[in-house]
């Protein structure tokens, strides 16, 4: 049962979007850790971990053998410690509540099960670099649970979906008045999440402008060869005078395919001119090497009326750092992946300006980390991610991280433009809908028209402070009150 949860629980996330497993995957889990104890808890939220990660981020080992050099074996052994690794999370979760909520399985449902598998996704998002992916919360995007977003963020979300699955099945525990009382405490929370949803949490700071998204579609393998730079460039650049009639153009991830010092003079200054004399902004993705040293940035470059640079905060462990070293140092010198080792921009970077607005940039899977924005906010009147998802060719990775895209614009109720090298790319509104979205793996464009928002949701001034210190106080009581239950019924069985 475990396993069938964990199986079918990617299933609810796109690109099959099928929203109700989530809430049936966790049903499933749920019922295997009933009267388990702590070692069987473990071991089936372990099975549970496994089947959803191994079914989930499968796309891994594209990276990993296609794009990053490792043999076919070796992508597998990484994959699956990656898989093996990951299923630990779920597995503590059921240990937890089986050591320390182990008297009433109602007080389980509802409050130790949602709150420890939150809690676990949560830590699973910043332990050790975080690793986000499949966040219950992200499967609910087009359910009325989304309506929490503004307020509590994807982890609210998912507390609130794993909270429904707890309900479901208490019902099956309860007499039939408490029964009927989880039934509505069921629909009052999706009914909540419906009319919150229609609640204008952010409003217009200006007139709409017009913006356009590059999709070069550059085949990874060729992308950083020298002798395709020149053609890159050229590529890219004819695209963008296409344009001249936005206000804004924006490049994809590392569009650039060498050090922008490198082709400053003879590409992007003579471009940035045109950009000038045509009242068009460009954000463009490049590496940034910092004159003199050798430290170098994974970037997005402002040219156009305020020029300025955000440096990527938020690096990607094995790809852009080695996280854990000297040991994966060691680990990658048998398994010779080669690594580009950048530095991380720091949190203190004044926000990039275009098109008469200032902005909160995301390079890469900085988008997945909600958090990650907050820096930015009110000031920001809308977001900007670029990414190259060639990485994972044409799996299903791509359009889970554009799901998460999809999240953040909920959160913060501003419109997310997302410039990719082969897709997704899209227009997502402040509701996280998609308002235009490019066909993966095709030379286009996306133009349309975006409005600056003001205004900050409750999300986007504290984070998710209130609720994982809500979660961890609930469960402390919980578990002085299961404490105290155990004792009475111990004094009581001797006779005191």
Same mark, same amino acid.
Request: with cysteine; charged share 15%.
């Given at each position: 049962?475990?396993?069938?949860?964990?199986?079918?629980?990617? !299933?609810?996330?796109?690109?099959?979007?099928?929203?109700?497993?989530?809430?049936?995957?966790?049903?499933? &889990?749920?019922?295997?850790?009933?009267?388990?104890?702590?070692?069987?808890?473990?071991?089936?939220?372990?099975?549970?971990?496994?089947?959803?990660?191994?079914?989930?981020?499968?796309?891994?080992?594209?990276?990993?053998?296609?794009?990053?050099?490792?043999?076919?074996?070796?992508?597998?052994?990484?994959?699956?410690?990656?898989?093996?690794?990951?299923?630990?999370?779920?597995?503590?979760?059921?240990?937890?509540?089986?050591?320390? +909520?182990?008297?009433?399985?109602?007080?389980?449902?509802?409050?130790? =099960?949602?709150?420890?598998?939150?809690?676990?996704?949560?830590? *699973?998002?910043? +332990?050790?670099?975080?690793?986000?992916?499949?966040?219950?919360? %992200?499967?609910?995007?087009?359910?009325?649970?989304?309506?929490?977003?503004?307020?509590?963020?994807?982890?609210?979300v998912g507390w609130l979906a794993a909270l429904t699955a707890g309900l479901i099945l208490g019902l099956f525990y309860l007499p039939w !008045?408490?029964?009927?009382?989880?039934?509505?405490?069921?629909?009052?929370?999706?009914?909540?999440?419906?009319?919150?949803?229609?609640?204008?949490?952010?409003?217009?700071?200006?007139?709409?402008?017009?913006?356009?998204?590059?999709?070069?579609?550059?085949?990874?393998?060729?992308?950083?060869?020298?002798?395709?730079?020149?053609?890159?460039?050229?590529?890219?650049?004819?695209?963008?005078?296409?344009?001249?009639?936005?206000?804004?153009?924006?490049?994809?991830?590392?569009?650039?395919?060498?050090?922008?010092?490198?082709?400053?003079?003879?590409?992007?200054?003579?471009?940035?001119?045109?950009?000038?004399?045509?009242?068009?902004?460009? &954000?463009?993705?490049?590496?940034?090497?910092?004159?003199?040293?050798? *430290?170098? =940035?994974?970037?997005?470059?402002?040219?156009?009326?305020?020029?300025?640079?955000?440096?990527? #905060?938020?690096?990607?462990?094995?790809?852009?750092? &080695?996280?854990?070293?000297?040991?994966?140092?060691?680990?990658?010198?048998?398994?010779?992946?080669?690594?580009?080792?950048?530095?991380?921009?720091?949190?203190?970077?004044?926000?990039?300006?275009?098109?008469?607005?200032?902005?909160?940039?995301?390079?890469?899977?900085?988008?997945?980390?909600?958090?990650?924005?907050?820096?930015?906010?009110?000031?920001?009147? %809308?977001?900007?991610?670029?990414?190259?998802?060639?990485?994972?060719?044409?799996?299903?990775?791509?359009?889970?991280?554009?799901?998460?895209? #999809?999240?953040?614009?909920?959160?913060?109720?501003? =419109?997310?433009?997302?410039?990719?090298?082969?897709?997704?790319?899209?227009?997502?509104?402040?509701?996280?809908?998609?308002?235009?979205?490019?066909?993966?793996?095709?030379?286009?464009?996306?133009?349309?028209?975006?409005?600056?928002?003001?205004?900050?949701?409750?999300?986007?001034?504290?984070?998710?402070?209130?609720?994982?210190?809500?979660?961890?106080?609930?469960?402390?009581?919980?578990?002085?009150?299961?404490?105290?239950?155990?004792?009475?019924? #111990?004094?009581?069985?001797?006779? %005191?």
């Amino acid at each position: 049962m475990a396993l069938l949860g964990g199986a079918i629980l990617p !299933l609810a996330f796109a690109p099959f979007d099928l929203a109700p497993l989530a809430l049936l995957s966790l049903v499933l &889990l749920f019922y295997s850790w009933q009267g388990a104890g702590p070692w069987k808890s473990f071991q089936r939220g372990y099975l549970f971990g496994l089947a959803q990660f191994g079914v989930g981020v499968s796309w891994v080992y594209i990276s990993l053998h296609d794009y990053g050099g490792a043999s076919p074996v070796a992508a597998v052994a990484l994959t699956c410690a990656l898989v093996a690794f990951l299923a630990l999370y779920p597995a503590l979760a059921g240990a937890v509540s089986a050591r320390f +909520f182990r008297t009433n399985p109602i007080l389980r449902l509802i409050v130790a =099960y949602p709150a420890l598998w939150t809690l676990t996704e949560w830590v *699973r998002g910043w +332990f050790i670099s975080g690793f986000p992916w499949l966040n219950v919360g %992200y499967s609910q995007l087009d359910t009325p649970l989304a309506g929490f977003a503004p307020l509590l963020g994807v982890y609210g979300v998912g507390w609130l979906a794993a909270l429904t699955a707890g309900l479901i099945l208490g019902l099956f525990y309860l007499p039939w !008045l408490k029964a009927t009382g989880a039934g509505i405490v069921v629909a009052a929370l999706w009914a909540g999440g419906a009319w919150l949803n229609q609640v204008e949490w952010s409003s217009p700071a200006g007139k709409p402008f017009k913006v356009t998204l590059l999709q070069g579609n550059i085949p990874q393998e060729i992308k950083w060869e020298p002798q395709h730079q020149r053609e890159t460039l050229k590529l890219y650049i004819a695209m963008t005078r296409q344009h001249w009639d936005s206000d804004l153009v924006v490049w994809p991830e590392t569009a650039v395919p060498a050090f922008y010092h490198q082709v400053e003079e003879s590409f992007l200054l003579p471009l940035q001119e045109e950009a000038k004399n045509s009242g068009t902004d460009l &954000l463009i993705g490049a590496p940034l090497l910092e004159q003199p040293g050798t *430290r170098y =940035y994974n970037a997005l470059i402002s040219l156009g009326q305020t020029p300025g640079v955000y440096r990527k #905060r938020h690096l990607v462990p094995f790809g852009e750092y &080695l996280p854990l070293q000297p040991l994966s140092s060691f680990i990658l010198d048998i398994l010779q992946i080669p690594l580009a080792d950048f530095s991380a921009g720091t949190d203190q970077q004044p926000l990039l300006k275009a098109a008469g607005f200032p902005l909160v940039a995301s390079i890469c899977y900085e988008d997945a980390f909600g958090e990650e924005a907050l820096t930015g906010m009110p000031d920001g009147a %809308y977001l900007v991610n670029v990414t190259n998802d060639a990485w994972f060719a044409d799996s299903i990775g791509p359009l889970q991280h554009f799901q998460m895209a #999809r999240m953040r614009a909920l959160e913060l109720r501003r =419109y997310m433009l997302r410039a990719t090298n082969t897709g997704v790319t899209g227009i997502i509104s402040p509701f996280g809908d998609v308002v235009a979205r490019a066909p993966q793996f095709e030379r286009t464009t996306i133009t349309g028209e975006i409005v600056p928002m003001r205004g900050s949701t409750p999300y986007s001034r504290y984070g998710n402070r209130p609720l994982v210190s809500g979660l961890l106080i609930v469960l402390v009581v919980a578990w002085a009150a299961t404490k105290r239950l155990r004792l009475t019924r #111990r004094d009581s069985s001797r006779g %005191y």
